[in-house]
Every structure is written in C-alpha cells, then in structure tokens.
C-alpha cells in the first residue's frame, strides 16, 4: 500500500444536488427561501410564546423546544448549502464535518424525535385524561420531559458520532450528499463497517422506533376516545389539533427511518438525497406554520404582539 493510501483524509467534497450552474442558482434561491422562511417562523412561534401569558401552557412549552430545535438544525446545515451552491469546490473540512455530523444527527434523529414523542403523549392526557390534565403535566414534569429530549439526543448523538469518527478514511474523500451525515460517511471508510452500522441501527431503534411506538399508542388511543365523543364540534377540534401534529410526524419519522433504520448500502443515490431534504429541510420549515396556521391562540397572540 502507497503512502498517500495511509494519509488520513483531511477534508471532504460533497457533490450536493447538482453540477450544473443554473441548477444550482435556482437551487441557491429556492434553499434559501425556505431558510428564511425557517428562521423567521421558528423565531416568531418562540417570540409569541414567551410575550403572551396564554400560551404558557405545556403543548406551546414543548412547541417552543420543538422550534429552538429547528432552528440549530437547520442552521447547522442549510448556511453551508447555500455557500457550496455558489461555489464550485465544495470543501468542507474533516472538523466540520465532525461537528456538523454531531450537531445535526443530535437534532434530526434524536432530540426532535423525543419531542414529537413527548407532544403526542401531552395531546394523548389532554385528550383522554382531560380532568387530571393539570396534575399530570405539571411545569416540573414538562421541564424533566423536554430536559429528557435533549440528554437523549446528546446521548444518542455522541454514540453515532464517536462510532461513525473513528474509523479510518483514507481512500476516496468525495461523499455523495449535500452535507455530512452517519450513512453517507460510512460510505468512505476504509475498513468493514459492520459494527458500526449495527450501532447506528440500535440508536435508530431507540430513538426512532421507540418515540415511534409512543406515538402509536398516544394517537390509538385518542382516536379510540374522539369516536365516543358525543359533541361533533368537540371532535372537530381534536383532530384538528392532533392533525397538525401527525402531518409532522408523517413527513418526519417517514423520511428519517427510511435512512437510518435500513441496511447501508455502499452506494448514496439521488433519491436518498431528496428524501434526507424531508427532515433536514422541510420539516423545519413547516413545523411553524403547520402548528400556527389554524391555531386561533397563536393567531391572537400574533395580533396582539403586532397590535393588530
């Protein structure tokens, strides 16, 4: 073996959408759009929430977490897309992509995963459990839930770092992707990636199929109590309130499982890419307007913010 085969690599290329330069400028307008759109509504549902008192409640609590963590995600990755789609080398060093494995894999697949969790059992006690609402969500259980979200993200986070950093890569430093990611990473080692991918699987078991089951048995058995609701309107409102949440959890869990929770292969294709935009890009984008468009206390909150 060549000494230039026992260098480790230093940087990466990530080849992003696409080559071609009018692509990438539309592209470049359509990314940041939707990154504008991302901050400003994020911001503006976190901003609501901390100036009006009648949102100090825990669905909006966990709401506010939900946003701040969309915005760290979406923040540790669209600013570089911008960036290498206006570029022609897109370079991103060995230490950013660490840290933007870390942030993001920390974000995307763990902690927002806990906290859509965490929203579907607080909508499953209002619903089923409506009079003992107030003695089970309690501010300090809200606080050890949504501290609970972020420690399993960490956690989670740190595991598939740590595993996915270690291997050697010494080979091709070329990732099929548009930012750095565990599954496409793995791609590149220079060794048997078996072991790897086994824990990455088991951390998508816990926190991916875990939440996934919560939210299964939260959403069962809120339908099952909304079937035996006398009132129509009363009904009306619950899946309302539950639809906005289940959009997100559709568009979220759909496209992060099929990532993360199947065999790896060792090619990344452009279907894969279009899929990973689902919950690293849009998903934070609708998160704001999917939970504010039809809430009337959010509506009311706005007009009192903007004294209209």
């Not at 911008?82 to 840290?99: D, E, Q, T, Y």
């Not at 107030?134 to 598939?160: F, N």
Request: aromatic letters at 14%.
């Amino acid at each position: 073996m060549g000494k230039e085969n026992q260098t480790y690599l230093t940087e990466f290329i990530l080849l992003g959408f696409s080559s071609d330069q009018q692509t990438q400028i539309l592209l470049f307008v359509v990314f940041l759009l939707i990154y504008l759109l991302t901050v400003f509504g994020n911001l503006l549902i976190i901003v609501l929430i901390h100036a009006d008192s009648r949102l100090h409640t825990p669905v909006y609590f966990f709401l506010k977490n939900l946003s701040f963590a969309d915005l760290y995600f979406s923040t540790s990755i669209i600013p570089q897309l911008l960036l290498h789609l206006l570029v022609m080398r897109k370079v991103i060093s060995f230490a950013g992509c660490s840290i933007q494995i870390a942030t993001a894999c920390s974000v995307a697949g763990c902690t927002e995963s806990a906290l859509l969790a965490v929203m579907s059992y607080d909508r499953y006690v209002a619903v089923c459990k409506p009079l003992h609402y107030s003695s089970i969500m309690t501010h300090w259980v809200c606080v050890q839930l949504a501290l609970g979200s972020w420690a399993s993200g960490a956690v989670v986070s740190l595991v598939d770092t740590t595993f996915t950093l270690c291997l050697p890569y010494r080979g091709s430093n070329i990732i099929n992707h548009y930012f750095c990611e565990p599954p496409a990473l793995l791609k590149l080692a220079s060794t048997d990636t078996y072991s790897t991918e086994m824990t990455i699987f088991v951390m998508g078991v816990v926190i991916l199929l875990a939440p996934v089951s919560l939210i299964l048995f939260s959403y069962w058995n809120i339908i099952s109590t909304v079937i035996w609701m006398q009132s129509g309107e009363g009904r009306l409102k619950v899946f309302s309130t539950c639809g906005s949440h289940f959009t997100v959890i559709v568009f979220f869990y759909g496209s992060t499982i099929f990532t993360y929770m199947r065999p790896n292969s060792r090619k990344m294709n452009e279907s894969d890419k279009v899929i990973s935009v689902f919950y690293s890009i849009i998903t934070s984008m609708m998160n704001p307007f999917i939970y504010s468009l039809r809430n009337k206390h959010v509506k009311e909150a706005f007009r009192k913010v903007t004294g209209r």
